[in-house]
């Protein structure tokens, strides 16, 4: 867990940086900065989405969890959840906080370096990629707390949370995660994240909460693929 709490006080740390940024920012810079984050998370989805193998069962995890996410309204919890850290602790009113809470999270939790990390940190006791995924997310929380403001530092606790659940787990998980699961899961987070980039860059306002339940349905299909050959 040493190195999970590293990786939720560097965002911490980082998100402070960002906030303390965003006070000397003028509102051309804001929208500045709002745009290059937008441009990072672009890049940062594509590289993720296209580790892809499979891009039917790809589409179907999209559109299935898209579909079960909207029906469960899976957005408005967490930015309810985001509106109740909000209340208790910050003053912001400007609409941003649970956005950025969300936006964050989604970010810092959906990649492979956070799955394998926690796994590795779990069960060989090797911290080195969740130290380099701090370092990272880190950087990236500078960025986007600037952006977002402080719902952003408090995806810290989402991180805590999810990649401390992983750890503790790996050593019955591990075994069940393979390159392939790895990839397609990956590639999902990376559709998220090009979601976030989208919504940053106000192309489209999407709803990238609703298509978190599309991660564990591409778990569903990569079990099948060894008997439904066509995925």
């Not at 960002?18 to 590289?47: C, D, H, N, P, Y």
């Not at 370096?113 to 590795?120: D, E, N």
């Not at 899961?185 to 192309?203: F, K």
Request: hydrophobic share 60%; with cysteine.
């Amino acid at each position: 867990m040493l190195a999970t709490i590293i990786n939720a006080l560097a965002i911490i740390i980082g998100s402070g940086l960002g906030l303390l940024l965003k006070k000397g920012l003028s509102k051309r810079l804001e929208v500045a900065v709002f745009s290059a984050s937008g441009i990072i998370t672009l890049v940062i989805g594509m590289q993720m989405a296209f580790k892809t193998t499979h891009i039917l069962a790809f589409a179907l995890a999209l559109i299935i969890g898209g579909i079960v996410g909207t029906a469960l309204d899976v957005e408005g919890g967490i930015l309810r959840f985001g509106e109740v850290l909000k209340r208790r602790f910050a003053k912001t009113d400007d609409g941003s906080f649970a956005f950025g809470f969300l936006t964050a999270s989604v970010l810092f939790c959906s990649g492979a370096m956070a799955i394998v990390g926690s796994f590795k940190a779990g069960t060989e006791g090797d911290y080195s990629l969740l130290l380099t995924k701090s370092v990272l997310d880190g950087m990236m929380s500078i960025i986007f707390a600037s952006a977002m403001g402080p719902g952003v530092l408090f995806s810290a606790l989402a991180v805590f949370v999810y990649q401390g659940i992983l750890t503790v787990a790996s050593v019955w998980i591990a075994p069940f995660v393979t390159p392939l699961m790895l990839a397609e899961v990956t590639a999902i987070g990376g559709a998220l994240v090009l979601m976030i980039g989208i919504s940053l860059l106000d192309l489209k306002k999407m709803k990238t909460g609703d298509f978190l339940p599309s991660l564990v349905v591409t778990v569903a299909l990569v079990v099948l693929m060894p008997f439904v050959p066509f995925l």
